[in-house]
């Protein structure tokens, strides 16, 4: 395994893949370098002296400035560095064309086709309260059901999408939560749902029907439980009803470009821009070119590298929706008086992550080189093939559930110190280090570590995309082994 790695050849910095200690010699571009102090894995060293108030260039673009001058062997972190953005940004439309030169191939996974014609990747039966009031009333619904039925199949999980909103909400915060829940009861890895009310919520179901559009009557049912004297047992019905309807449900081979896939990241290191995070671009690049629908968000973690997705915008359009997106999050923080680059956070500068520039640059890459077709607003639904922006914080729940609100089947998510959450749909942990996979295989599903342990990168890439292939088909992933399933929506006003 090598010691260390120069990421692009512009860089002044190196990363060190190994913890290194002090003294110790190492070749850079056939000079000597002697480490002035000791530096941990994923951290940041100067190749040279860095003048104070010179930027800090990691990834061939600069993630900082000098606050002082570093010299050649020094460790490059916070107490030496600090961000160059600052307030809001004007852009402009400079396009510039990267080719995919990802092959298409005849992939398929066995997934199962919905009556409006998507594809879910599990057959689930969901309960979706409007309200969080009856989230206890939903779980002894799912208890008796069991108890009534026995065997679920063809189900292959039965769950209640727990949350506390739907009352007390006005404005944008009662309109995501009605968004949010009704695209989850149209989401194609439901193969049944029963909406649950209360009755004198805000969030009434009389609306929120409504507001659903079409939908299969067959498979989504509806109960208020101040209607009904036994709720319970009205419940229990209704779940009935919809496991007959659903007993025929069967996988079928289905084509890749079927695919909508969720691009994420939390707890990152400094190994992330190098192995995770470009895997998940080099897939992401793949399935666009299968035809297949990726989805890129956390727009804070964009800022400092937003321009690199701009100049990919499909046509001046999505240039605007693109500066729309970057900007509208900007002015969220400024309205709560908030600093917009309070990042990164204290997990990452411990993996090594010194700025904001330095965690976008990474967060980014996880977007491949395609063209970004589309820029959603949070809560809409994917509509166009191809590589998609979609508008949501950094919190990792948050975000992942606006991902499978979007009508993503799968989150794929890359860190660097590991987490154990989980969407609503099936969330899959990749690690950037082979040290976190080792340590929590309960957690982790797939290691990008051995990108830097020589392993050839094709080779992991394939052993990815066959990975992907079985879990769209079916294979658990370890959210779903553990039954961590969560739904976050996102809140930013009044509560009454």
């Known amino acids: 395994m090598k010691t260390f790695i120069k990421i692009n050849e512009k860089d002044n910095v190196i990363v060190a893949l190994k913890p290194l200690t002090k003294g110790e010699i190492l070749i850079v571009d056939d000079?000597?370098?002697?480490?002035?102090?000791?530096?941990?894995?994923?951290?940041?060293?100067?190749i040279r002296e860095i003048n104070q108030d010179e930027n800090i260039v990691k990834y061939g673009f600069p993630i900082g400035h000098a606050t002082t001058t570093i010299k050649t062997g020094e460790w490059v972190h916070t107490l030496n560095t600090k961000t160059n953005l600052s307030g809001v940004q004007e852009y402009k439309y400079e396009p510039k064309v990267v080719a995919n030169t990802m092959a298409?191939?005849?992939?398929?996974?066995?997934?199962?086709?919905?009556?409006?014609?998507n594809v879910g990747i599990r057959n689930e039966l969901w309960i979706v309260p409007t309200v969080g009031c009856v989230n206890g009333v939903a779980e002894l619904m799912i208890r008796r059901f069991k108890e009534e039925v026995g065997d679920i199949a063809p189900f292959e999980n039965i769950q209640v999408l727990k949350h506390n909103y739907g009352c007390s909400q006005l404005g944008d915060d009662h309109v995501n939560t009605r968004t949010i829940l009704g695209n989850a009861v149209k989401h194609p890895n439901a193969g049944g749902v029963l909406v649950l009310g209360l009755g004198c919520e805000n969030n009434n179901i009389i609306e929120f029907r409504d507001t659903l559009g079409?939908?299969?009557?067959?498979?989504?049912?509806?109960?208020?439980?101040q209607d009904v004297s036994d709720e319970v047992e009205e419940g229990l019905k209704l779940l009935i009803e919809i496991h007959q309807q659903a007993k025929n449900d069967q996988r079928e081979e289905v084509p890749f470009s079927e695919l909508k896939i969720g691009l994420k990241c939390g707890g990152s290191d400094g190994f992330s821009g190098i192995t995770a995070n470009p895997l998940l671009g080099s897939l992401s690049d793949f399935l666009v070119a299968q035809g297949g629908t990726t989805v890129l968000t956390e727009v804070p973690e964009m800022f400092g590298a937003e321009t690199l997705l701009m100049e990919r915008?499909?046509?001046?359009?999505?240039?605007?929706?693109?500066?729309?997106?970057?900007?509208?999050?900007?002015?969220y923080f400024i309205r709560h008086d908030q600093p917009v680059?309070?990042?990164p956070s204290p997990g990452n500068k411990a993996g090594g992550i010194t700025t904001l520039e330095d965690k976008s640059l990474g967060c980014t890459q996880k977007a491949g080189t395609s063209t970004v077709v589309d820029v959603l607003k949070y809560g809409e639904i994917l509509t166009?093939?191809?590589?998609?922006l979609l508008s949501a914080p950094g919190n990792?729940?948050?975000?992942?559930?606006?991902?499978?609100?979007?009508?993503?089947?799968?989150?794929?998510?890359?860190?660097?110190?590991?987490?154990?959450f989980g969407a609503f749909v099936p969330t899959v942990k990749i690690s950037t280090n082979s040290q976190i996979y080792q340590n929590k295989p309960h957690w982790i599903d797939f290691n990008?570590?051995?990108l830097v342990e020589d392993k050839d990168p094709e080779l992991v890439l394939s052993e990815f995309i066959e990975y992907i292939q079985r879990v769209a088909s079916g294979e658990l992933v370890n959210n779903e082994k553990n039954d961590f399933r969560e739904i976050a929506i996102f809140k930013s006003g009044v509560t009454l």
Do not use: M, W
């Open 31 to 46: 000079n000597e370098i002697e480490l002035k102090e000791q530096v941990d894995r994923g951290h940041k060293i100067a």
């Open 104 to 117: 298409k191939q005849n992939l398929t996974f066995k997934g199962y086709k919905r009556k409006n014609g």
């Open 214 to 225: 079409e939908y299969d009557e067959d498979r989504v049912k509806f109960l208020l439980s």
């Open 313 to 331: 915008a499909a046509n001046e359009e999505v240039f605007h929706k693109t500066v729309d997106l970057i900007n509208d999050f900007k002015q």
């Open 341 to 343: 680059y309070e990042n």
């Open 384 to 388: 166009t093939k191809g590589l998609n």
């Open 396 to 420: 990792d729940l948050v975000a992942s559930s606006a991902l499978a609100a979007a009508g993503c089947q799968i989150v794929l998510f890359t860190t660097g110190r590991g987490t154990p």
């Open 448 to 450: 990008a570590g051995t």
